[in-house]
Structure formats: C-alpha cells, structure tokens
C-alpha cells in the first residue's frame, strides 16, 4: 500500500494545460471558452456516446488516450456515457459498414434531442481508407446528419479536443 | 523476476508428416513458397482427413483462406509445427466447390469455414454448424463477395436491415436466462454481439456473433498497388498497424523476391516492438481498471502515452501507422535520435519494473485475477490460440523465435510462459513481454545496420504470391499476397490472431460470473475489425 502512495506522489500531477505550438494564451483561452460553453449550453457537462460503425480500432485507442492523465477530458465537464439515452453527442468512428447501419441509426434515434454527432476520424468523416462498397456505406454523412468532422487517421488526442471545442463554440 | 522456459514448443514436426503423406500417397510436394517449410496439394475429399493426420502429428492450425481462380477455387491453409510452417491447398470447382471440413481436428477451423462460406460459397460438407459467419443482411444470401464476378460496390441498394434472426442455439432448464450485448456496447470498444446464458450469476456459456465491422477489406485491396496494400494492412486492425503492415510487405516481398535492406529490417522491429509494449501498457491498466484498480491504469496509461508521444517524435506517428512500406521502412533514426530511444527505453523500463511486481504481488487485485477466466493448455492448443494467451496458457509458440524472420533471426528471444492460463497470467506474461521487448531494441539499437531505408519493388512480369508471417503483439499474424504482372493486387488476405482468440474466449468464459466478462474480455483482447475484415 504504501509503495502505491509513494508512487501516487512521485508520480505528481501530469495534467497539461491545452498546449498550442503558436501561442500559450490562445490555448488557455480555448480551454476556459469550453468550459464556458459547456456551462452555459449543456449544464456544466456535456455525455458523449462513442459509436464505432466500423472502425479500424485506431480512432478509438486516441479516444481512450484523451482520458489519460495527460488529457484528462473530465476536467472540461466532457465524459463519455454508457447509453445514448444519457448522451448529447454521438461521436462516431468508421465509415458506416452495412451490418452496423441499423445499430447506428437506432443508436441516434435512442439519443435524446437535441443532440449532435461528431464524425471522428477520416473514415467517418470522408470515408477515409475503405471508402464506399458493398459492405460500407461511406462516410457517416451518408447515414445521420453531422454536425462536425474531426480529420485525420486516426485524430490525435488535442486534435479530438479542438475539433470538440470548435463545435461547442459553433453550437 | 522469474520465468518459465520449458521448451515445450508446437511438438509436430511438419517434415515428418510431409513425409507420411508423401508415403501413403495423399499429398504431392509443391513448391514451398518463400518463409514456409512445405507445400502439398490434397484431394478435396482428403481435407479434413489430412487435418486429422496432421492434429495427430501435433501441428498447430493457424489457417484457411480462399482464392477464386476461375474456374475454380483454391483453398489453402496453414499449419504450424516445431520445424516452420506447412501450406495445404486444394482446388475445388466453382460451380460444385465442396470438400470436407476440417473441423473435426482443428476446432479453430470453425468459423474461418464458415466465412468461406459466405464469402466465396465453398461448402463444407460434414462442417456440424451451417450457420452464416460474415453475412448478415449486407449482401444476399447465394452472392459471394469474393468471388470474381462479384462486383465491388455490392448488388443492394438501399438500407441494410438489422441482422435479428441469427439462430443462436437456446438453452432450457430452470433459472437459465439469457443476455444478449452489443453490437453497441457500454464503453469505448468495437461492435460486436455477445449472447450470454447464465444462471443466477455464472455463465453457463457465451456465444459470440461477430461481422458487424465487416468492411470489405479483401475485396477493396483487389487492383491496388503496393503501397496502396501497406495503407490498408495498416488499417486491418489499427492497434496491430505495424503488424499487419509488415505482414502484408513482406508476403509482397517474398513474392517479388525483393530483398528489404537491414536497417529497414531493424527499424520494422523497433517499430513493431514498440506496438507491442504500447498495447501490452494500455491494456494492462485497462485490466486492472475492469475490477476497480484505478492507480494501475492511471500509471500504465501514462506510460502508454509517452511511448506514443515518443512515436510522434521520432517517427511521425502516434500509432506508427504507414511507417512501414513495400521494399522498406519509412523512417529513420539517427545518433541523437537513438540515444534519446535509449533513454527513453531505460526509464520505461524503471517504471515497468517497479510497476509491475506492485500489481503482481498486490494482494487485493490478485485475487480477482488469478483463478479467473482459465483457459487449460490442452484447449489452449486445440484452439491454436498464440500471443500472450497460448503463452499463458503454456502455448508458447513465437515467430520471433520458432520461425525467424530478419532481424529476428539474430537476436535472442525469451518467451515467458506459464500453466495457469488465468487472467493473472495474461496480465503477468504482457508485463513481461513489455521488458523483454524492450531488452531486443536495446540490441537493435546498440548494432543499426547502416544502409538503405528502401529499396524498389519493380513489377514482377507474372502472377506471383507470396506469405507474410509476422509475430505481431496480439500473436502470429498472417498476410497472404498474390499480385499480377503488373504489381497489382489479386489477392489479399490477412489473418489476425483474433480469430483464435475469439473462440478461446467463449472457451475460457465458462463458469466465469457474468460481472467478471469485462476484465476477462480485456484480458483476450481480439480485434473485432482485424476479425470482421
Ligand atoms: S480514420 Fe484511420 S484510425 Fe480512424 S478508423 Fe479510419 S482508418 Fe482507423
């Protein structure tokens, strides 16, 4: 027990500040706006569903990353649920394979209005590697309205969080 | 730390049982292709009487795959024993393809018979379970994707309705109830179906249905060029993106009879050794994480990200996805570079090794770990499951060491190996894995070769093929290539290990309590995507 405690405070607080290659302030300040934003429009907390219509997996590991202590996602009021009754955003990865067509768009029906639904990833976003086919429809798009699209294959964790927070100031 | 070195490999000899079959007149020798021991071709009918031999001979099965060459199709599959690897094809006729199954020996045959099934209307006619494997109502029943004459983009229109009828088998008897999970689950996790049937707490059995991120990744890979085919081997399964590329490169490589330079050989193993301890760190947390032990995910998820930082660096990549091409690898490292991975490997290895001994002696956690969800080795081995659950399971099968391939070949690899098969042992043997991995880019690093990063792949004049086998994190990785004159993709088929762990897991699930299916499920580990194709 007290090797964990002694690790626990060796180990300190690693949480980052939003870091911006061009200007520290710009990231402070994007990361109290979202939490303003949040605030305001969602009531201090904003429940993300994550739907994988077909990912490679690659989308969802970034999507754990930004949970880690470097992230930390909770601390914005932003924390990913366990049904889409609770959610206000469905954050979806993959192009829409055909088999998970259905799940998805009775996944977005279960979610409560109003809601959003962020494409992440290039899959979702574009169709990215895999495209359209007989066993894929394409892009999100072609199967639900979305709201934004975060690109890249996979996002890394702050492009995730911008493509969030850009969202939430747009709304 | 102690571990266990029996040398208790796959026991069959593959030249042996050539040898047998030769003799009793069952099989011709082929060609091996390049990386294999042997080749033999068999009557259709004798398919699953060959599996038979050979499971008596103690060869593991890894797989089956289909090729449509009109007017027929060819089938293939791989077999392992403690000498290298044993291809078996047969060909059967596009409009009768029907042969015998080889399930009967190899259980693990199972579902990949069934996605022949679907996929190329091969029939297998004593296979006990008819079921659809792949197919749900994407495409009609009686259409075969990859088949030739199927087109890419399908011959639906319209939505795709749900796949609600699949028959699973029922269950009677008094207090047995059934839960049916997924294909969206409760966390941040791939799609799939899990149908439970319990009583009170305890599963009496859980059933898999998988296919929902069928994408068509075998179809799609038809005409592309090389580096096309890398891009989407990548994307396979994107946690194993240096696995499945590698694989994938170096079947088209074999085939192209390209030689890939030594420092690219290294720098694909450094590559590949760090996916793997990237994925063994964050799962480690993730397992502990699945009974409530917070401080081990908090610190391996830690660790996890600054390997993939430290990837973002030196190679431009979190996941290290398209760093390894046909004909090479698309990095590079140079003197600083290599002295920074050395540091950052020592003081990884620190962590680890003051990390790990907590969890593995901390009481309150092993005691929901150890005795949970045992996988026996002797079913261990007639799955042919490989990676971290056969070597916790005393399956110690490795690439790396029981089948080199350069750089591999000149390095020494420990394989830890316990009896157990336990979600402790799991937990124990990623640990491990994690040190001894980072022990082997510690040599690649002391001894880079100096040289070309890449070199050409030119157009072979020919239909080639050629097999990739890589021992990726999760397991032994397979890629099937064959390319035409003009370098373009004919055929592509690579196989995860998750489609031997998958059937390990309903295995090892038996008599768990339904509470305990995540943290046993994260202790498989099998790719959905890397399954479903
Ligand atoms: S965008 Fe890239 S990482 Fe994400 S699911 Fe698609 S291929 Fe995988």
Known sequence: ?171 | MSRVQTVDVTAGRVAELVGRLAEADLAETLDPLPGLKARLRVAAGNWGQIADIAARQGLRWSAVWGDHRPPQILIRSLLFGCDGHLLLETAVDQALPELTSQVGAYIAADRPERALQDMFGVRFIDHPDRRRWLRHQGWAEGDYPLRVDFPVAGRRSGATPPDCNYPFPAVAGEGVYEIPVGPVHAGIIEPGHFRFQAVGETILRMEEHLGYVHKGIEKIAVGRDLSGLARLACRVSGDSAVAHGWAACQAAERALQVEVPPRAQALRAILAERERIANHLGDIGAICNDVGFAFAQVQMTRLREQVQRQNQVLFGHRLLFDRVVPGGAAVDLNAGQIVAMAEELRRLQTDVEELLPLLLEYPSLQDRLRGNGILPPDQAWRIGVTGYIGRASNLQDDLRRDAPYAPYDRLRVEVPAYLEGDVAKRVRVRGEEVLIAIGLIEQLLADLPDGALRVDCPAPRGEVEGIGLVEGWRGETVAYVRLSAEGRVLRYFPRDPSWLSWPALEVLLADVIVPDFPVNNKSVNGSYSGHDL
Do not use: W
């Open chain 1, 1 to 171: 027990m007290f090797r964990i405690f002694d690790r626990i405070r060796r180990t300190g607080k690693l949480t980052e500040p939003l870091p911006d290659a061009d200007a520290e302030a710009e990231a402070v300040e994007l990361e109290e706006a979202c939490q303003r934003e949040i605030a305001r429009k969602f009531g201090h907390s904003l429940a993300i569903r994550m739907v994988d219509a077909g990912s490679c997996n690659g989308c969802e590991l970034e999507m754990h990353a930004v949970n880690n202590s470097f992230y930390d996602i909770e601390r914005f009021g932003i924390h990913f649920v366990a049904s889409p009754r609770h959610a206000d955003l469905l954050l979806v990865t993959g192009v829409v394979s055909k088999h998970m067509e259905e799940a998805l768009k009775r996944t977005y029906a279960a979610t409560p209005s109003p809601k959003l639904v962020v494409a992440m990833g290039d899959c979702a976003g574009c169709g990215g590697e895999f495209g359209k086919s007989y066993a894929s429809c394409g892009p999100v798009s072609a199967v639900l309205p979305v709201d934004a699209v975060i690109p890249g294959c996979p996002p890394a964790p702050l492009q995730l969080l911008r493509g969030l927070l850009d969202l939430l100031q747009r709304v």
